[in-house]
């Protein structure tokens, strides 16, 4: 019996998430799922895409646990934005496909061309729950070290593109950016890598461009 409801919440959820992608993809909006640890730079990449290709529409739904401070950093830009919370019902440590559902109902999609799911911060579970986003982007931080792909695997098997952030960063520290990629091929060799800074701009251009092609050829 208890196995039966399990399976049925499963299910729901994975319906759900089929149902988004699809839905998503025939009205144009190219869905973008980003995960990483806490501070890894996820909000800043949204706030310098968004200035970047203002001929976009952008919107994004945020995933904390508690507090509106992201979705209040996007709604200061003018974009549109949903807040989650998963603190009021249980504190769960990442996003699932029938609450972004939900988000999109109540904030509608309408002329959106790109919608941003920032996920909640850790490498661990939001990586667990397919939302249906079209591209999963896992954000690694050159701060956190070249053993995190391998010691949190699944974050980036089941996502098509790593952003290594704070590039900036780089001359302060030890990591070797080479070995960071190789452990990242490693565990995930068909993985597009973009190496950037959101704070200088440097190789924000490719990550842009992707955007750009992942839209046009939806
Ligand atoms: N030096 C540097 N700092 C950054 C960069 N991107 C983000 N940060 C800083 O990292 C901290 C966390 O960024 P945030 O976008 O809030 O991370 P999130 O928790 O993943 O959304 C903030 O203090 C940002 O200013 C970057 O490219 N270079
Ligand atoms: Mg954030």
Known sequence: ??????KKILEH?????????????????LYINLMSSPGSGKTTIIERTV???PEYKIAVIEGDI????DAERMAALGVKTYQINTG????????????IATAI???????TDILFVENIGNLVCPAEFDVGA?????????????DKPLKYPLAFKVSQVTIISKTDLLPHLDISLEKLEENIKNVNPEMKIFPLSSKTGEGFEKWLEFLQQSRKFL
């Open 1 to 6: 019996m208890e196995i039966k409801v399990m």
């Open 13 to 29: 959820t994975e319906k759900a998430a089929e149902e988004l992608k699809m839905n998503l993809k025939e009205k144009g909006v």
């Open 51 to 53: 200035r970047e290709l």
């Open 66 to 69: 508690q507090t509106t401070l």
């Open 88 to 99: 009021p019902f249980g504190g769960d440590c990442h996003l699932e496909a029938p609450w």
């Open 105 to 111: 109902h109540e904030m509608g999609i309408e002329d």
């Open 134 to 146: 079209h591209y999963n982007v896992v954000v690694l931080s050159v701060t956190e070290g070249e």
